[in-house]
């Protein structure tokens, strides 16, 4: 195994981890006021190193940074999806349908 897919794959791993460790709170933001106790909650877990396999905590700081940069990368897409739509239907005319001559 080469040098490069080696790093990719520990690069990959890092990613799965970082997503595991905030995936809940993307995929159920947490009602205004709850996010502080969200993630204490998740900095209080003990999760698995994706290289070495042994324990790893990560403190509150770390979590909300991930999150942080997730929900920017969210954030832009939505926007870039619904700038793309709306480019679409102003060039498809009304509603979607080309006028008639």
């Not at 040098?3 to 990719?8: A, I, P």
């Not at 877990?45 to 990368?73: D, K, L, N, Q």
Request: proline fraction near 4%; aromatic fraction near 6%.
């Amino acid at each position: 195994m080469g040098e490069e897919t080696r790093g990719r794959r520990v690069h990959e791993r890092w990613a799965h981890l970082r997503f595991s460790v905030i995936g809940q709170l993307l995929a159920a933001p947490p009602d205004k006021g709850e996010l502080k106790a969200a993630i204490e909650g998740l900095a209080a877990r003990t999760w698995r190193h994706p290289t070495t396999g042994e324990p790893v905590c990560f403190g509150f700081s770390t979590i909300e940074r991930w999150y942080s940069a997730e929900e920017i990368v969210l954030r832009s897409q939505g926007k870039r999806m619904i700038e793309d739509s709306l480019m679409i239907n102003n060039m498809g005319g009304t509603n979607g349908s080309k006028a008639s001559a």
